[in-house]
């Protein structure tokens, strides 16, 4: 996955040290050249040889190489990186990176860095949690740094909290995240809203809240980091925003919010309101102040501009509008209804009552409430959650990019998870699984499987897991295999779920075998059963994707079925059981499955797309396919497909009609599910019951 990517690993003398050559490691195994540069203390807990044997590549400490007289150019390794990772990075280093103390060469090497840098901070709890080395964080995260942040758990001390670095393994997946998803919202122009307003009462006093702009400012700082021009609208906060991609606009009143914000607002692509704007000012502000009376007094108040319901108003189909929600009582009906009234596409709830979240704290709890459900996140730092509402943001922003500029590269088409449960099998051996997962992951997610031209995000996301059943010494495998699918429904965060299969396979692997598949010369069980579902899932998500889209894969599949009877497997037989591979092939080459491909893209792109737009007529094209499920099952009752589309999507059904849609469309609906599918009676009874 990071093939041809120049990693430099930054190491600094701390204990978490030796994670460094396991960082390394797995570097490397994923194909990165990684240059290792380490601090004359980080000598002290490892050493260069361990590392430079690791890397490949001598590893560089100083900026002279006293035997040769060679001097190692900080600025070359700041040109030659494509990332650079500081892992462990101490208390020193961070305030020598912070402050520009160019004393060694790893500091040096960071300061002529012209690719992103990744920094994962280790030391004691009270160390990390000191002002000084907080300081020194925001002030790097403010440069554009992506900080990794510690773990909590045992440290080096014995104590317990937060300072433990990052596992080598998560390292990589942020790293792999960052280069395989780009940066999130490059190009993109964000307006964010944060903090309070004032409204003046004199000239001396005004209304206002505790508001203390926090979430607002840790949005702003992870949209630029993450490539986006942020132009902030802060009401009166003293927080910095160092990050020279954020563009900020000091206002007091709503009133002065409201103006700049709309102002801004057509020439961007989103609009993220988190300022905790007053809903109401004093009619009149009095020239001077106002002397004391003895007496009670009144101040009259009038309505200030909702700011989000005007820009709900003028939101064009190509903008995406956020708000938040801070309740202290019934918060999700309330955030759903400022989702609906604001015309928002996402509302970020977090509620009062929640210990560590709302105003001051540095962490939230949020729940992300859409159209389509909500999604819940644990208490986490601001930080964290604004990296959470950003994906949620740019996954809304890639599907716009989809819809409105269908532009093709190069990308490879699976994005397979792979697992290889080996628990049920004695005497494991550890080294060919191993070997085997990494060549069946590579196998799957390097291959291009068709001649279509696939953006990065318009991957298709499976699992393919291999259950060992048996093993033998001389290679010969059983495994119980699972694959699944599911497909993005445009415009919203929810997969709907596309293909789903259990199945045996037989095959023989030895370590570091070479996984081949010729279509024409079959002569690998494993990569035989692998090619014929990678290329039913993408047929079938072509299916969704276009009229008459994947019906070559399809057959492709059809062919391999074909072809494949002559090897050992059974599984490849007809007729043997309605539960085997070639069941799926039986019901397409008998045109059962006619029907259900119309299904698959009416059901998808007509229906369950439109419904994130317009729950109704969404609803109604649904409605209307569930007839073709009935086709497709009265031309042919055994079909493997009927009953599986009934099982996989019984609770998609039951929430697409949940306390929606008339009685005689839930009946209509009920009366085809459950002939075809019996079984699953309880859930038939919940549409029609709004259980
Ligand atoms: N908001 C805004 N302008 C306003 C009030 C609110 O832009 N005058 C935005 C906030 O930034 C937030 C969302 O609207 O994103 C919801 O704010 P909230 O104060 O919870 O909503 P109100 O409509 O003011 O409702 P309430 O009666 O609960 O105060």
């Known amino acids: 996955m990071l093939k041809g990517k120049k990693i430099v690993l930054g190491v600094t003398g701390s204990i978490a040290a030796y994670k460094s050559a396991l960082l390394v490691r797995l570097l490397v195994k994923e194909g990165a050249e990684v240059q290792v540069v380490m601090t004359p203390a980080a000598k002290e807990f490892i050493t260069p040889l361990t590392m430079a044997t690791l890397s490949g590549r001598p590893v560089l400490c100083d900026f002279f190489d006293t035997n040769s007289g060679n001097w190692h150019s900080h600025v070359e390794l700041g040109l030659w990186g494509d990332a650079m990772i500081i892992a462990p990075a101490t208390a020193a280093t961070l305030g020598k990176m912070a402050n520009g103390v160019a004393d060694n060469l790893l500091v040096t090497t960071y300061l002529s860095m012209k690719a992103p840098v990744f920094i994962a901070p280790a030391m004691d709890l009270d160390m990390y949690s000191h002002p000084s080395t907080q300081r020194n964080i925001d002030i790097l995260r403010g440069y554009g740094n992506n900080m990794i942040e510690p773990a909590s758990g045992e440290l080096a001390s014995h104590l317990c909290g937060k300072g433990r670095m990052e596992e080598p393994e998560n390292i990589v997946a942020r790293i792999k995240d960052f280069f395989f998803s780009g940066r999130l919202l490059t190009g993109k122009k964000v307006l964010i809203t944060a903090g309070p307003t004032y409204e003046k009462i004199d000239p001396v006093r005004f209304i206002g809240n505790y508001s203390s702009g926090k979430m607002g ?47 801004a607002f057509p020439q961007c692509d989103t609009a993220i309101l988190c300022a905790a704007v007053a809903d109401y000012r004093p009619s009149s502000v009095a020239e001077k102040k106002i002397k004391r009376t003895g007496e009670g007094m009144t101040i009259e108040l009038e309505a200030n501009p909702d700011i989000a319901a005007s820009l709900g108003k003028i939101k064009r189909d190509d903008q995406r509008l956020v708000g938040f929600a801070l309740e202290t009582n019934d918060g999700e009906n309330n955030a759903r209804e400022k989702l609906a009234k604001k015309n928002l596409d996402f509302i970020v709830l977090n509620s009062l009552t929640d210990k560590g979240a709302g105003f001051a704290v540095d962490t939230n709890k949020v729940t992300i409430i859409d159209k389509e459900g909500e999604t819940r996140y644990p208490l986490k730092s601001k930080s964290e959650v604004a990296r959470d509402i950003v994906k949620h943001l740019s996954k809304l922003l890639l599907v716009l990019l989809f819809i409105l500029l269908p532009v093709s590269l190069d990308a490879q088409e699976l994005n397979a998870v792979v697992n290889l449960n080996t628990s049920k099998i004695q005497g494991t051996n550890t080294e060919v699984f191993e070997s085997l997962k990494d060549a069946l992951s590579e196998f799957i997610n390097n291959r291009k499987w068709t001649t279509y031209n696939y953006e990065d995000y318009e991957r298709v996301s499976c699992n393919f897991t291999f259950i060992v059943d048996e093993y033998s010494d001389a290679g010969e495998f059983s495994v119980t295999l699972m694959v699944q699918s599911t497909r993005p429904v445009y415009g919203s965060s929810y997969n709907s779920p596309l293909f789903m299969y259990e199945d045996k396979v037989r095959f023989n692997y030895q370590s570091h075998d070479r996984l081949e598949f010729n279509e024409d010369n079959l002569d690998n069980n494993l990569t035989a059963v692998i090619a014929f579902y990678a290329y039913l899932i993408l047929g079938l998500d072509m299916d969704a994707m276009g009229e008459m889209g994947g019906s070559d894969l399809l057959t492709k599949a059809q062919n391999i079925a074909n072809n494949a009877q002559n090897l050992s497997d059974t599984g490849w037989r007809a007729g043997s059981g309605n539960s085997n591979r070639f069941s799926i092939i039986d019901d397409y080459m008998n045109g059962a499955l006619e029907p259900i491909r119309q299904l698959m893209y009416r059901y998808h792109r007509l229906g369950l797309d ?52 008339t009685s005689e469309e839930k009946q209509s609906v009920v009366k085809i599910l459950s002939e075809i599918n019996p079984s699953l ?7 029609l019951k709004d259980r």
């Open 681 to 687: 009676s309880t859930s038939w009874d919940k549409i």
């Open 217 to 263: 400012f840790a949005i702003a700082q992870e949209c630029a980091s993450q490539g986006a021009d942020v132009t902030l609208v802060a009401g009166p906060v003293s927080i910095a925003t160092p990050h020279p991609s954020i563009k900020r606009i000091n206002v007091e009143s709503a009133q002065q919010m409201y103006n700049t914000a709309t102002e």
């Open 610 to 661: 439109t419904m994130y737009k317009n729950a109704d007529a969404g609803r109604k094209v649904i409605t209307e396919t569930f007839a073709l499920l009935n086709e497709a099952y009265a031309n042919r009752p055994l079909a493997y497909f009927t009953k599986l589309f009934t099982e996989y999507k019984q609770d998609e059904f039951v929430n697409i009609y949940f306390k929606k849609g």
